[in-house]
């Protein structure tokens, strides 16, 4: 047998181009969090790298508000603003008088609430 024959490779084979980590991110966390997430890496048996990378992919995001929920918030933002306005002026020139409008934003109100609710049901 030749030399060339005895010569095995050493070290650990080469990763395949899919499963070889190339790419980075940068993710900035406080003293005490990066202390955390070193207290659970350590606590999963994982590297840092090893902890957040499992995390980002088994964690599961849920949306904010849909954009109905968000439409109905604002709507509710602008009826409040314009109740805090109407008992200023209720104050000022007295409750009979903005009576009609008070009564005119419960019944809008009651409209948006009756909505919110019927699309809370659906989603159960």
């Known amino acids: ?11 650990r084979p080469k990763a395949s181009g899919i499963r070889k980590l190339s790419k980075s991110v940068t993710v900035k966390f406080s003293r005490i969090d990066y202390e955390r997430l070193l207290h659970r890496s350590r ?7 090893e902890f957040l990378r499992e995390a980002a992919f088994n964690a599961q995001i849920v949306a904010r508000h849909s954009t109905e929920e968000a439409t109905v918030i604002r709507n509710l933002v602008g009826m409040a603003n314009n109740l805090n306005q109407l008992t200023k002026l209720s104050h000022q020139t ?3 008088r903005t009576k009609n409008v008070v009564m005119e934003l419960l ?8 909505e919110y609710k019927i699309v809370e049901r659906r989603k159960t």
Do not use: C, H, W
Request: net charge positive.
């Open 43 to 49: 606590q999963a048996n994982r590297t840092l790298a």
């Open 1 to 11: 047998m030749s030399n060339k024959d005895k010569i095995r490779p050493r070290g």
């Open 94 to 96: 007295g409750f009979y």
């Open 107 to 114: 019944e809008k109100l009651k409209v948006i609430m009756n």
